[in-house]
């Protein structure tokens, strides 16, 4: 069964198409950055048309990469949510039209479900059940999945996401659009001097999370510094090892609680390297099998949607052909598999 994944939830339009028996067969991908740059974060009609703009000729590409045809595609999967609603509308009209014309069922899948089960995609494959700490711009949470469709939040953050913060601390420092991969390259330089920035709700009970007093606090640490180039690697270095230390304690927390012994990180910051490679020495230290996606595939993309989509078709659970409904927010809880 071949499953086309159309992903037009914010600043990306990907296409996929992925094979049931061979793996993922195209991954067709355009962002935006270059576009909301000169804005210093996404302008919303903006994306929507750029998605109009690149969602046919991304699936051209698709289909050739894979050497096929729109009458091979079995089913098509598309990001109902949650997201940017113009850009979200743009993607589920395209996907509900093709396949109405094609007479072949569609799944709307939800964008961190995709997210969570990217690392699928990779030859090496979690097994049920596992804890996933799913970090990407807008989400932050610690989840446990008992099976497919069986999700169980943990803890969540209060207020801004990992990602978030991170972006808007780059913003703070002067550093460019987008903002968290500046800040997470300046600590390839070697700092000077040592701040000691706090690890939020690591004092108290409980697996929830708040960046914003970090955020606060990385400001006024920069308003009291140099705020020269040096300066900016210092702060930089103290709130990427702040965040870190954070979800290392939180995750430290969850295993004790659950007793599960494999762990996946996914979502955007997923990609962070810090961040990798203390999971990494976490998961050796407890012996513990860990997962994470493919660079490409930590941030948006339309292979993880065509994945997912699969997963659902092949179960035999596909939308209504007639409606179309996409969801600005849309919380992970309300997925059940029927």
């Not at 049920?128 to 807008?138: C, K, Q, R």
């Not at 390839?188 to 708040?210: A, E, I, N, W």
């Not at 920069?222 to 705020?227: A, D, F, G, L, R």
Request: hydrophobic letters at 40%; charged letters at 20%; a negative charge.
């Amino acid at each position: 069964m071949r499953i086309l994944g159309i992903e037009s939830s914010c600043d990306e339009t990907g296409i996929a198409i992925y094979d049931t028996e061979k793996g993922l067969v195209a991954n067709a991908l355009f962002s935006q950055i270059a576009l909301h740059a000169p804005y210093g974060g996404v302008v919303p009609e903006v994306a929507s048309r750029d998605h109009l703009k690149k969602i046919i000729p991304l699936t051209h590409q698709a289909l050739d990469e894979a050497g096929i045809t729109l009458q091979d595609i079995h089913g098509i999967a598309y990001t109902a949510g949650p997201g940017l609603i113009g850009a979200l509308f743009v993607g589920a009209s395209f996907a509900k039209s093709l396949a109405f014309s094609l007479n072949i069922p569609s799944i709307a899948v939800h964008h961190m479900e995709a997210h969570l089960l990217a690392p699928f995609l990779e030859e090496k494959k979690p097994c049920y059940p596992f804890l996933a700490l799913l970090v990407s711009g807008g989400h932050t949470m610690l989840i446990l999945a008992h099976g497919f469709g069986r999700y169980e939040c943990l803890g969540e953050t209060m207020d801004d996401a990992a990602g978030e913060a991170f972006d808007k601390t780059a913003k703070m420092l002067g550093l460019p659009y987008p903002g968290g991969p500046h800040l997470s390259r300046l600590t390839s330089f070697p700092k000077q001097t040592h701040y000691t920035f706090p690890r939020p709700m690591t004092d108290r009970t409980g697996l929830d999370f708040s960046f914003s007093g970090l955020k606060t606090f990385a400001l006024n640490t920069w308003k009291k510094s140099t705020q020269d180039e040096q300066a900016k690697i210092d702060i930089a270095h103290a709130f990427q090892e702040a965040v870190v230390d954070t979800f290392i304690i939180k995750i430290r927390r969850a295993l004790q609680l659950t007793k599960v012994k494999h762990l996946l990180i996914s979502g955007g910051v997923s990609a962070n390297t810090a961040l990798r490679e203390k999971l990494g020495q976490l998961a050796q230290s407890q012996n513990l099998e860990l997962f994470f996606p493919s660079l490409p595939f930590c941030t948006d993309n339309g292979a993880m949607v065509a994945y997912l989509g699969s997963e659902y078709l092949s179960r035999g659970i596909e939308d209504d052909h007639l409606k179309i409904e996409v969801h600005a927010r849309w919380p992970l809880s309300e997925v059940k598999i029927i």
